[in-house]
């Protein structure tokens, strides 16, 4: 089964593909009529005695057959062409939504250099596979019996040969082809391993400098490139190889029919023109198998480029299923006043909830159980590892619970699409991911229809008005790779304007100050204050003096709530968290 059915459905490759191989199917049957129309002018001309006038309308005549054929072959190339260009963009686009579907959780298990080499590389070298080899097994499939017919009508037994010695074409592809198959693969996976590298020494390279390591992993990415190397040379040996073996069944073939038609002619046991007509088609019959032996060692990159795109294509994720949204499911109910429509502040519960991040290893949640009240905010404390940033990622449907269910307002929210359900979320990571674009573009990642005005609003609440004002193009300045241009305290406000401008009801804050100094981190914690006004809020947070003014505080140890309640609660309790709380609360 072709990988593309996984990428796409069939009938899709087939619908697009079908005008390329409609018009090859019409140039085999070209070929037919001008070996038929080419050997009754020959004959006629030499030995049925017809003039030139005779000859004239059956020479037109083969005249337009062979520039139809050379119309339909280029026509067969064109639409080829166009057919792999839809298709790769199709698949293109379902890997990129498939990665969106799967999330930060497939990604950080992913090697960038590598993912990015099948997205791009990888797409690409579906063209060889699209606009060559399927056309030509489909062709191969069917062009050699329309030949083999004509034969057989004008001479039974040299159909008979052709009968016998085509098989041995798709034979010797098949069996070379099981090797070059293997050598194929392994040449796969040792470019994507060489991408994988070369972009992870590249974003490491001020790492490698700083600790003298630059030279040492270049020695690294040159027996990387060796290796590749080595593998391409055998894929190029095997495919050379099996390109004269069957360019030699095709030709012995071929010389066996000449020779049989010739020496049945020179007794007389065939007319010329059955002799010339058969002579003609036979190297047209291995015409097609051949183009499918090339195409098949053309394709085969492509065709592991394809199982490795099927296997993030049908990699499970939280997304991958179709939207469980159904229509007139609510979400969070709509305020009824202010400029801007947004949903009221929902309650949500978390209900033994229990998660692991692979089949058989220890549980991140097991048993979580956690009310957020409407419009509170709900802090998470607990040790490294503890599952903070796991419950962090089920609120924001990166993850999906093993068992137990999230509810809104009662409602679960697994009825919710994921995508509709974000609309009610904002977001402000511990590292915010900047694009390589301009201070407005990042912003539009939070509400693509905001007008200048709130775009400005949203920095002065996240305390930019002074660096806006200093940038040389204001707004659309860019920010660089990465945001480089801004430092890390910067960088996070920019997050926090994205969340000021979303306004929406419910926010996710994962540990927004970790990485920050003790001045910037003052300046975050204030907007932060303004932010988390009127909202739904889980706090994730290892430093107390973020969690400061939090309603209730839930300490979380080896995947379940601990002890929870309200902070001056806990304080006074016998909690051995007591002593942290108590600092927490004089900060307070």
Not at 55 to 64: G, Q, V
Not at 239 to 257: I, K, N, R
Not at 573 to 588: F, K
């Amino acid at each position: 089964m072709s990988p593309l059915r996984s990428l796409l459905p069939g009938e899709k490759v087939a619908s697009r593909l079908a005008p390329a191989v409609l018009a090859g199917l019409l140039a085999g049957l070209a070929v037919v009529a001008q070996a038929a129309l080419l050997t009754r002018a020959v004959d006629g001309t030499l030995l049925g005695g017809f003039g030139l006038s005779a000859s004239a309308p059956l020479l037109a005549a083969l005249a337009l057959v062979a520039l139809a054929r050379a119309g339909l072959a280029w026509a067969q190339e064109l639409l080829a062409q166009r057919a792999s260009t839809s298709i790769r963009q199709a698949v293109r686009d379902r890997l990129v939504r498939q990665l969106l579907a799967l999330g930060p959780r497939f990604a950080s298990g992913a090697r960038t250099g590598e993912v990015a080499h099948t997205l791009l590389g990888g797409v690409d070298a579906l063209d060889a596979y699209v606009a060559q080899y399927l056309p030509a097994a489909a062709l191969a499939a069917v062009v050699p019996w329309l030949v083999l017919a004509a034969v057989v009508w004008a001479d039974p037994l040299s159909g008979l040969v052709l009968l016998l010695t085509g098989p041995l074409v798709p034979l010797f592809t098949w069996l070379i082809g099981s090797a070059a198959r293997d050598e194929a693969r392994r040449q796969w996976r040792t470019l994507s391993r060489l991408s994988a590298r070369f972009f992870d020494a590249l974003s490491a390279l001020p790492t490698l400098r700083a600790f003298g390591a630059v030279e040492a992993e270049a020695a690294l990415l040159e027996r990387a490139a060796d290796r590749h190397r080595e593998t391409t040379l055998r894929v190029l040996r095997l495919a050379f190889v099996s390109s004269l073996v069957l360019e030699a069944v095709a030709t012995l073939g071929t010389a066996v029919v000449a020779v049989e038609v010739g020496l049945r002619l020179l007794y007389g046991h065939t007319s010329f023109a059955e002799a010339l007509f058969v002579l003609v088609l036979a190297p047209e019959f291995y015409r097609p198998l051949r183009a499918f032996a090339a195409a098949f060692h053309a394709g085969l990159a492509g065709r592991e480029a394809a199982e490795r795109m099927a296997a993030i294509a049908e990699t499970p994720g939280p997304l991958a299923a179709p939207d469980l949204v159904a229509a007139g499911t609510p979400g969070p109910a709509r305020a009824a006043s202010g400029t801007r429509a947004t949903a009221r502040a929902p309650a949500i519960s978390f209900e033994g909830v229990r998660f692991a991040y692979a089949a058989g290893a220890a549980a991140a949640l097991d048993g979580f159980t956690l009310d957020l009240p409407a419009g509170a905010t709900v802090a998470l404390l607990g040790a490294t590892g503890a599952g903070k940033t796991t419950a962090a990622h089920l609120l924001l449907r990166f993850l999906e619970p093993d068992a137990g269910r999230l509810r809104v307002d009662g409602a679960p929210l697994a009825a919710m699409g994921p995508e509709r359900w974000r609309e009610h979320v904002a977001w402000v990571p511990q590292q915010p991911r900047l694009l390589h674009a301009t201070l407005r573009d990042n912003l539009f990642l939070a509400r693509r229809d905001a007008s200048e005005a709130e775009l400005h609003r949203a920095l002065e609440r996240a305390d930019l008005g002074a660096l806006v004002r200093s940038l040389p193009d204001g707004l659309d300045t860019p920010l660089g790779e990465g945001g480089e241009r801004l430092s890390g305290g910067e960088a996070q406000r920019v997050a926090l304007a994205r969340a000021f401008l979303k306004d929406a009801p419910v926010l996710v804050l994962d540990e927004p100050t970790a990485q920050l100094d003790p001045e910037t981190e003052d300046a975050v914690v204030r907007s932060l204050r303004e932010l988390r006004r009127g909202r739904t809020v889980l706090l994730v947070a290892h430093r107390l003096t973020t969690v400061v003014g939090a309603d209730h505080v839930a300490l979380l140890d080896h995947g379940r709530v601990a002890e929870q309640g309200a902070p001056g609660d806990l304080a006074r309790s016998g909690s051995r968290y007591r002593g942290l709380l108590a600092a927490w609360g004089t900060g307070a």
